[in-house]
């Protein structure tokens, strides 16, 4: 410790002797807290002189895209998002690419380049294998059972998460939807759909090791010497939203930051597009029991309240 007390000396002298002006890591944190602050002039500022000290710095790249992207200076922003993907190299973080990748794909949405944002998004997609052999596979066989035996069998049989395609998912089906595509909405929703659920099945598993997706929780303790199934298509799958939402409430908000009632009413409709009245009917008593919506389904709750009275199908947006 003794020998390196000099170096540590150094180190702190050198500290003292440059400001943090003159660190571009500082400049950037900086240049974020004063757009917390909304102080756009002032993070702008910051930004652009953490990279006037560093040239290849994507992470202040991306910052100076949303900066842009904020002002409405679309152009721009498309310009840094696009540099800071080409410096993804040099990422500190690199999962961060991710969200380069979703803020562009998002920003071209927005500027009605819907085929560059799909080509972006499929991409992304890709990352988890989207286009893979065994992926399709897994998908056309998890949808013969959806649109036979309904969402319960669905999970219970095929669990499977998603981690950082679940937004490409997302985004890719509403995509699909609003083009008319209802097949591929059907297939990305259920996907997203599958995915959210697997993971609450797995956080409630981990919180209650005795629980099971497929055991009818009132049932079952009548009948020791046998397992009690769920009944309906859909029983399981409400139970284990019931479950999440009282003694996981922490999950069950992320869920619905990743837009799980709106994807739950878009695979309904698209199962209603594709055919597949019944099991469509199913997700909407799902959503609206005794024909009133879940409060926390919200306005995708109030929506299937009217598809159970009487079914449609929108065009060009998911909403009416």
């Known amino acids: ?10 180190f702190l002298c050198a500290g003292l002797c440059f400001g943090a002006e003159d660190i571009p890591w500082v400049l950037l944190e900086q240049g974020k807290a004063a757009y917390e602050a909304r102080d756009i002039a002032r993070s702008m500022e910051l ?11 994507p992470e202040a790249e991306y910052w100076l895209g949303r900066l842009y992207a904020v002002q409405g200076q679309d152009v721009l922003a498309e310009e840094h998002y696009r540099r800071a993907l080409r410096l993804a190299l040099f990422l500190r973080v690199p999962e961060d690419e991710f969200l380069i990748s979703y803020s562009l ?3 071209l949405l927005d500027t009605n380049r819907r085929e ?10 890709n990352m988890e294998g989207a286009s893979s052999r065994n992926e399709i596979n897994f998908e056309h066989r998890g949808l013969d059972v959806l649109t036979t035996a309904g969402i319960d069998e669905l999970v219970y049989l095929y669990r499977s998460e998603l981690h950082q395609s679940l ?11 609003e083009d008319g595509r ?9 996907r ?17 090791s005795e629980w099971r997706f497929d055991i009818d929780l009132i049932e079952d303790p009548k009948h020791p010497d046998r397992d009690d199934r769920y009944p309906g298509p859909t029983d399981g799958t409400a139970d284990l939203l019931f479950l999440v939402q009282a003694y996981i409430p922490g999950l069950m908000d992320w869920m619905l930051s990743e837009g799980f009632w709106q994807q739950f009413y878009l695979l309904s409709v698209s199962l209603y597009a594709e055919g597949y009245s019944e099991i469509a009917q199913s997700l909407w008593r799902l959503m609206a029991p005794d024909g009133r919506a879940r409060e926390e389904a919200g306005l995708w709750g109030n929506l299937a309240v009217h598809q ?13």
């Open 1 to 10: 410790m003794l020998n390196r007390l000099p170096h540590i000396l150094l």
């Open 47 to 57: 930004v652009l002189k953490a990279l006037e000290l560093t040239e290849e710095y």
């Open 105 to 107: 794909a998002q920003l």
């Open 116 to 125: 560059e944002a799909e080509i972006i998004l499929m991409e992304l997609a």
């Open 167 to 177: 937004q490409a998912r997302r985004m890719l089906g509403l995509i699909a939807w």
């Open 182 to 190: 209802y097949r591929s909405s059907l297939l990305h929703s259920a």
């Open 192 to 208: 997203t759909v599958l995915s959210l659920l697997s993971t609450a099945s797995r956080h409630y598993r981990e919180f209650n």
């Open 308 to 320: 159970l009275k009487e079914p449609f199908i929108t065009s060009g947006s998911l909403e009416p």
